[in-house]
């Protein structure tokens, strides 16, 4: 819970930060606690991303030094990988997945002393009934127990919203 | 039906009072349904003032601030954006169309925006609408400038008429930019957005009048007069925003943080919808304290109603006692002060509702005119809602003097009174 009340305006992209650190000094929000979600709609494509704190899917914001860290880091990336537990579109809107891209920042060469990690990981859907795509079930909670609250940025055909979800929310409204 | 009839002639014996007890409940609800119906219509509004952008794009600030100058030229300015920036953003390979804005000047009170002719193609209100002109068309000549719809209604502005722009916000004590004066060449039809109250004019115009312009001194002479003008270089330096168009809406977000990350200049990339929602938030705590003076007003009319009918309660003892003696049911006495309350409220919420229109209907121009908000005439969903709570409350209210009634009935009933 202490995570989840300590914000930080650091670091968005660890990546980003060390290869540009030396020249460009900018670092987006990372709020332990918060995961960012980003959903677009766009014919029959669903795009699902999101952004979540190292600290609360892994446990820690460094490169894993030993075999418990490594485990931990290893677990995080493989459940993020594995969505359909948690993450679970309408289900009449038979979307199925097309391809998972999950990208660690700060957990190997671009990691950089005293600043945050994140995981961001990207899932891309063919959805059979779009139109009936009302919502998506983010059980992120289930998964990584320190996530406290989900801020949700939806674009679809007609315009784009925030949602947050609080603690115990686990729904994203496509037709609100 | 017996007791409708009853309640009619009761109400028709104290018809002053009844009355004043209806204009107290249809005030109360007018204001509850006209707090619920500007609020409403001004989200829609705000809501509707963009359509069909995916991205608005500016100096860093904070999205709600960018959103507020770019589109509502309100609140704080934002830095501007180079035009070299600019132009790598239209380039980037997700970028379907772009749209420049640049503020500064005004005219006569109303902002002058500098864009390109792209604005009259792709910038879309309401639920696309694309922008109508009322007479003429958009900017070609370089001293062309094109008017919102309230500007021309406000100045009485026909085509041909010659503007002067003003240098910043005007003012007395503003310089204006009277050698380099603008021909009217187009008048938009309404769209109950900001673009009513603003003039149009391209970005090399903008240029133009600032040529003699240097370090924020006018220097008469630098640049020559209007037709010297038009030989010189007029590429923007700068731009406030632009409004981006994207080829598919799953690159929004990705072209978003290479915006917000674009390591040559600090920019923010923002979707409207989003800075909408943040803004929301920000307001919502006012809209809810609003909402809860109009409700409690509601009560205060459902409170004067209640006093009406527990004090005349008294006065009335005769009357319960002959419906009583003529065989009515202590539950009909009940049943009568209720069907009276009912009646009143059902009254009150009609008439308030009846006046909520009229006053629309009334002032529906008026407003959009003065205030750019558009008031949607047709009857909302959620007031049907409302009207119903306003019902149940009367319902509920009737029912504490018909439970004294229906109590001193019976004690009346087994008391002998000389």
Known sequence: ?176 | MELVRLTWKSLRQRRAGASLTVFTIALSVFLLLGVERVRTDARQGFASTVAGTDLIVGARSGSVNLLLYSIFHVGEATNNITWKTYEQIAAMPDVAWTVPLSLGDSHRGFRVMGTSRNFFVHYRYGRGQPLDFDRGGPFDDLYDAVVGAEVARRLQYKIGDRIVLAHGLGGPASAMHADKPFRIVGVLAPTGTPVDATVAVSLEAIEAIHVDWRSGVRLPGVGGNAADARHLDLTPKAITACLVGLKSRLSAFAFQRAVNDYPEEPLLAILPGVALGELWHLIGTAENTLRIISAMVVVVGMMGMLTGLLSMLNERRREMAILRAVGASAGTVFALLVVESVVLTTAGAILGYLLLYAVLVLSHQYVLAHFGLSLDVAPALSEWGLLGAVMCLGLVAGCIPGWIAYRRSLVDGLQVRL
């Not at chain 1, 900018?26 to 704190?53: A, E, K, Y």
């Not at chain 1, 579109?89 to 600043?115: I, N, T």
């Not at chain 1, 998964?143 to 929310?169: N, S």
């Open chain 1, 1 to 176: 819970m202490r995570n989840s009340i300590a914000a930080f305006l650091l670091v968005a992209s660890i990546a980003a930060a060390s290869v540009r650190a030396q020249d460009v000094r900018q670092l987006g929000p990372h709020v332990h606690g918060q995961t960012r979600v980003q959903v677009v709609v766009d014919g029959d494509t669903l795009d699902v991303s999101l952004v979540i704190p190292g600290a609360d899917a892994v446990g820690f914001e460094h490169p894993p030094a030993g075999p418990v860290e490594a485990a931990a880091y290893k677990n995080a990336v493989a459940k993020l990988r594995v969505s359909r537990r948690w993450l679970q579109p309408s289900a009449a809107a038979a979307c199925v997945p097309v391809s998972v891209e999950v990208s660690p920042h700060g957990y190997g060469q671009d990691a950089v002393v005293g600043m945050h990690a994140e995981l961001e990981a990207i899932y891309r859907f063919r959805c059979s009934h779009v139109s009936a795509l009302d919502a998506i079930d983010v059980r992120l909670v289930d998964v990584f127990p320190a996530t406290h609250t989900i801020v949700a940025d939806v674009l679809l055909h007609d315009g784009a919203l925030r949602q947050e979800l609080d603690p115990g929310m686990v729904r994203i409204d496509l037709k609100p």
